[in-house]
């Protein structure tokens, strides 16, 4: 069974500009998080996603969007990049929404640098 | 909202020894506690998860264990190996009103030596 895959792994971006990032679940699973990973704020929860709806999300700016398909993969957007959203971007999906603390499985997450 | 604090932030052990990784949280509304693994160049790996309704669970070489009453919860890992050399993060999370919204610790890098 394959794992979560995030495209891409790698991205480099200039300040002003915006970016989108995928996110593939584990097939039969139709909840996917995204999150935020930094040295200096750690790991934070960004928003969840379950059948093409978003149920939570967390404390960030409205330049942090995201979106489900019908076929469960997930996009992230941001706009208007800053220097402080240079980050790892993670994908958890898991087959239930995070209510019942069903098991969330990660992806290796997109590393954007925004110069 | 919920506050995570974990101590230690780093941990170096000899082989063999055990571990323990301790977190505090804020929100007496949190009831799943899920302990991750990260290793470098990986997204983080649940490693063990653990309910308010249960005090203490146990999976091989990994424990974790739960006091409501003072709001903490602890990883415990015996006869470390090298491959255990990550850092880990605890997490709590209220499931109250349907949300689900983990707030994760800072994270303990654990080195073990051979």
């Known amino acids: 069974k394959a794992g979560v895959t995030q495209t891409p792994r790698y991205l480099i971006k200039t300040r002003g500009q915006q970016v989108t990032l995928s996110c593939s679940p584990i097939?039969?699973?139709?909840?996917v998080s995204w999150y935020q990973q930094t040295p200096g704020q750690g790991l934070q929860f960004l928003f969840e996603?379950?059948?093409?709806?978003?149920?939570n999300k967390g404390n960030f700016p409205g330049r942090f969007s995201g979106r489900q398909f019908s076929n469960s993969r997930s996009e992230m957007n941001v706009s208007t990049l800053e220097l402080g959203d240079s980050a790892l971007y993670l994908c958890?999906?898991?087959?239930?929404?995070?209510?019942?603390?069903?098991?969330?499985?990660f992806g290796p997450g997109t590393r954007l640098t925004v110069l | 909202g919920e506050n995570v604090e974990q101590h230690p932030s780093t941990l170096s052990v000899q082989e063999g020894d055990s571990a323990v990784i301790k977190c505090t949280y804020s929100?007496?509304?949190?009831?799943?506690f899920p302990w991750y693994k990260q290793e470098l160049g990986k997204g983080p790996q649940l490693i063990i998860d653990?309910?308010?309704?249960?005090g203490e669970k146990k999976d091989q070489r990994i424990a974790v264990t739960l006091n409501k009453t003072a709001k903490h919860f602890s990883l415990h890992i015996t006869e470390t190996q090298p491959e255990d050399s990550a850092v880990y993060f605890c997490?709590?999370?209220?499931?109250?009103?349907?949300?689900?919204?983990?707030?994760f610790g800072r994270g303990t890098s654990l080195i073990v030596h051979p």
């Open positions: 653990i309910r308010s309704n249960v």
């Open positions: 996603y379950f059948s093409e709806t978003q149920r």
């Open positions: 929100d007496s509304a949190s009831n799943y």
């Open positions: 997490a709590a999370s209220s499931s109250s009103g349907g949300s689900y919204i983990p707030t």
């Open positions: 097939s039969g699973h139709r909840s």
């Open positions: 958890a999906s898991s087959w239930a929404p995070g209510t019942s603390g069903s098991e969330q499985f």
